[in-house]
């Protein structure tokens, strides 16, 4: 059974930093890539960060890239996202997930998330 649990958001003022911890138990970072979502309020779930199963691939969003960085912990199965240079517009819940599962299984499951707001 895949367990999520997604930590470490919080309140931040624009140009300020974070940085987001999720552990997962139910499948392994050795047979999956592993990405970062964002659900901003009143938007659709995006990817903004993905890490492949070697930690040397590293991809972002354009909205993302330079400021977050990626990282896994393979063995204790926790990924983590680096995010500086925070600006408003990062405001919303964020999520890890696998991105074969998300896109092979619409009733994959999704951890609490954890939010961020960015504001002064």
């Known amino acids: 059974q895949v367990h999520i649990v997604e930590s470490g958001g919080g309140l931040v003022q624009p140009g300020g930093s974070l940085r987001l911890s999720c552990v997962v138990s139910?499948?392994?970072?050795?047979?999956?890539?592993m990405g970062w979502y964002r659900q901003a309020p009143g938007k659709e779930r995006e990817r903004v960060a993905i890490i492949g199963v070697t930690a040397s691939i590293t991809n972002y969003g354009d909205s993302t890239r330079g400021r977050f960085t990626i990282s896994k912990e393979k063995n204790n199965n926790t990924l983590y996202l680096q995010m500086d240079d925070l600006k408003p517009e990062d405001t919303g819940v964020y999520y890890c997930n696998a991105p074969t599962l998300v896109a092979t299984n619409p009733s994959v499951h999704w951890g609490q998330g954890t939010q961020v707001t960015v504001s002064s």
């Open positions: 139910g499948f392994s970072f050795e047979d999956y890539a």
